[in-house]
């Protein structure tokens, strides 16, 4: 059975830093794309990263670019989302998901529960 | 690429709503629809245009003409309304980029 755990949200002050964490079970994560996707309180979706499988290339959002670094752990089967530079426009629960294919450019088929971060004062 | 959708379509039960999704890319880029219901994780409903998912209702289908995707939804039932989004990739460096979304109302 595939299984997403999403962890590491929660409360950060602006210009704060955060790590996310995904932790997968059920298939080979070595194999597949995984990406970060957030959802602002009442808006719709954003894509922020992407990690390629099979070794693949990262990329970034052009709003998240030098702020968020997104990382995989194979060896853990664990996604990483670090976040830095936290604004108030971050402040959105964040989706851990997995693409159809290792390449990235396809679509997510598996979803984690999301976790959300919110940044105030 | 952008993707537009209108904000909100209306339906009665057992007609039929279509959701179009625009963007230049579309034609290029395959297009990908989900489904999201309030508190929950989106969930891929049709892939690579008009591929239904395997478990997902025979009503739902796709297609795509030139740049422009559509989502129809058959029969409509009240489990039906949920926020629509489509999904392609979004050119050169950015895999992928969502529509604004469609909220489906069962009237």
């Known amino acids: 059975e595939v299984q997403v755990v999403q962890s590491g949200g929660g409360l950060v002050q602006p210009g704060g830093s955060l790590r996310l964490s995904c932790k997968v079970s059920?298939?080979?994560?070595?194999?597949?794309?995984m990406s970060w996707v957030r959802q602002a309180p009442g808006k719709g979706l954003e894509w922020v990263s992407t990690?390629?499988?099979?070794?693949?290339?990262?990329y970034h959002a052009e709003s998240m670019r030098g702020r968020f670094t997104i990382s995989r752990d194979n060896s853990k089967n664990t996604l990483y989302l670090q976040m830095s530079a936290l604004r108030a426009d971050d402040t959105a629960k964040y989706f851990c998901?997995?693409?159809?294919?290792?390449?990235?450019?396809?679509?997510?088929?598996?979803w984690g529960q999301g976790t959300i971060v919110t940044v105030s004062s | 690429y952008e993707l537009t959708q209108p904000p909100s379509v209306s339906v009665s039960p057992g007609q039929t709503a279509r959701i179009t999704c625009s963007g230049d890319?579309?034609?290029?880029?395959?297009a990908y629809w989900y489904q999201q219901k309030p508190g929950q994780a989106p969930v891929l409903v049709i892939y690579?245009?008009?591929e239904r998912r395997s478990g997902i209702a025979e009503r739902f289908s796709a297609s795509t003409s030139g740049t422009i995707a559509t989502l129809t939804i058959s029969g409509v039932q009240a489990e039906d309304e949920a926020d629509y989004y489509c999904?392609?990739?979004?050119?050169?460096?950015?895999?992928?980029?969502f529509g604004p979304g469609t909220t489906v109302t069962v009237l």
């Open positions: 998901a997995r693409d159809v294919t290792p390449a990235a450019y396809g679509a997510f088929d598996v």
């Open positions: 059920g298939f080979n994560f070595n194999l597949y794309a």
């Open positions: 990690s390629g499988g099979n070794g693949g290339g990262t």
């Open positions: 890319g579309l034609g290029k880029e395959y």
């Open positions: 690579r245009d008009s």
């Open positions: 999904q392609s990739g979004g050119g050169r460096g950015i895999p992928y980029v």
